[in-house]
């Protein structure tokens, strides 16, 4: 089982980079690694998804190391906007042959002026 | 239409009801999930649906109970719920197994 853990929050002023590590130490070679950003009473919506390397979208980057224990959320230039709790998410999706799809434990960001 | 609804938005019961929760999407999306959300905690995985069919039931308790009538929509038949069963309900679909999940904006379901 695809255990995922998060830092529990993380602080940081507009304009910043943020940073935000995954570990998924029991990863599986079918499992795809996924983060979203939830809001309070809404559900999570999708930011970026890797299996390794480095991946890029226009909003974050996602940093996959060989050993894809662990990945990296990079949130270029934060805006108070960005205050939500981030999850990463470790999984095969449908039918199993991977573990199963396991939300991390998900990091609050706080983003102040 | 890139949207999943759920509907109803709250809904209070008693543990002798039965109510179901609904879900839809127009996306094409073959592979539709249920998850289970507690106060302060990541979504949990219940089911999974693929091409209508159940391939995923992570142990849920009979009192829950899943039905894909079609590949848009996507129920949840709840019956002699418990007052932990408390939570936000949140349905889910992609157009692959590991792709992109679009969640919907939850059921905040509350047992008395």
């Known amino acids: 089982l695809a255990k995922t853990t998060q830092p529990i929050s993380m602080d940081s002023y507009e304009g910043q980079e943020v940073n935000i590590t995954c570990s998924h130490n029991?990863?599986?070679?079918?499992?795809?690694i996924t983060w979203y950003q939830q809001f309070p009473s809404q559900g999570p919506r999708f930011i970026i998804q890797?299996?390794?390397t480095k991946v890029t979208n226009e909003v974050a980057s996602l940093f996959i190391p060989a050993d894809r224990k662990s990945s990296t959320l990079s949130l270029p230039r934060v805006s108070l906007s960005d205050t939500a709790v981030y999850y990463c998410l470790v999984g095969d999706g449908v039918t199993g042959g991977g573990n199963k799809l396991t939300f991390g434990t998900g990091t609050q960001l706080k983003v102040e002026l | 239409d890139t949207e999943v609804t759920q509907t109803p938005k709250h809904l209070v019961m008693g543990m002798t009801n039965k109510k179901s929760l609904k879900c839809e999407q127009h996306?094409?999306?073959?592979?539709m999930y249920w998850y289970k959300q507690k106060a302060k905690k990541p979504p949990e995985l219940m089911f999974v649906?693929?091409?209508?069919?159940?391939?995923i039931n992570e142990s849920v308790p009979s009192r829950f109970s899943p039905e894909c009538p079609n590949s848009s929509l996507l129920n949840l038949h709840l019956h002699a719920l418990q007052p932990e069963d408390s939570a936000l309900y949140l349905c889910?679909?992609?157009?692959?197994?590991?792709?992109?999940?679009?969640f919907g904006p939850g059921t905040r379901l509350t047992v008395l």
């Open positions: 890797g299996y390794k």
């Open positions: 889910a679909s992609t157009d692959r197994g590991q792709g992109e999940q679009f």
């Open positions: 029991n990863i599986a070679t079918n499992d795809y």
């Open positions: 996306m094409g999306h073959r592979a």
């Open positions: 649906y693929s091409y209508e069919k159940l391939s």
